[in-house]
């Protein structure tokens, strides 16, 4: 996977100088970004994603996540090609994944592999336990990644206090106490895991697509290494999955009986990224959570 100026040069870098992009096609997917089937001149597909804000960061942060996720080799996950930026705004090219009929079991496949991703070994990281090698993004908000070597103070650190900053002026003083005293009693609210796993970061059924082969496929990551529970929780914030999703998931890697009295916890992160990108549909969400954990 490399950094090119264009998409052209993207293609010939990965498929050789006589290849050349001929054709887009629109697919579905992407509030935050365009998407594409682009046609190539040797027959290939590939799927291409373009920004419509210009960072030229986001995307190549989310190779590097796509492809420590696909390193595990335990779920799904489409392989990144080249990352860049030019004329034609910031771009992702990657394996392009015909879609399959879902399996009958599917659900139950896709809870066994991810609880697989979140037991995966993996080399520490330098400076902690938790964090990723570079920073990224959850959708258009940066998302820092600095490793820190305590759930807690990393969940705080790194995840609350950054989006309490950017949501301050949106919100009313009860809230800003609520959610001053949540920081402040993480440590007490948030057990440390005996394993610190590599998570996808913003797992909705909208990041998880049905490939060629019939099971789930995740994209669209916010990739780091944190607490298997931040996960669940994030696939039960907008309406969650089927229950057999989640009783495969936990006969492979079991759930604490006391996680669901953290999970609007957890979710509290992303319905403050959420008042952050879309708006105060979001906040009184964000007032109830944060009150609940006073």
Known sequence: MFYADSIDEAVKGVFGPSVSPVR???VSGGDIALSYMLEL???????????????????????????ALRETGTIGVPLPLAAGAGEDGAFLLMEYLEAGRRRPDYWEI????????????????????????????????PQQNAPMDSWADFFRERRLLPQMKLAWGALDEGTRRSLSRVAERLDSLLPEP???SLIHGDLWS????????GRAWIVDCAAYVGHFEAELAMTELFGGFPERFYLAYN??????RDYA??????????????????????????????????
């Open 41 to 67: 001149s040797n027959g290939g597909q590939v799927f291409l994603k373009r920004s419509r804000t210009g960072h030229k960061d986001m995307f190549l942060a989310e190779a590097r996540g796509l492809s």
């Open 110 to 141: 896709f809870g066994r592999e991810l609880a697989a991703l979140h037991l995966a070994p993996r080399e520490p990281m330098p400076g902690g336990r938790f964090g990723f090698p570079t920073d990224n993004y959850i959708g258009l908000t």
């Open 194 to 196: 005996e394993l610190p």
């Open 24 to 26: 887009r096609q629109r």
């Open 251 to 256: 006969e492979v890697n079991p759930i604490d």
């Open 206 to 213: 909208g990041n998880a697509v049905t490939g060629p082969d």
């Open 261 to 294: 009295s953290r999970r609007d916890l957890y979710n509290l992160y992303h319905l403050l990224n959420h008042l952050n990108l879309f708006g105060p549909a979001y906040l009184g969400a964000v007032s109830s959570a944060a009150a609940r954990y006073a």
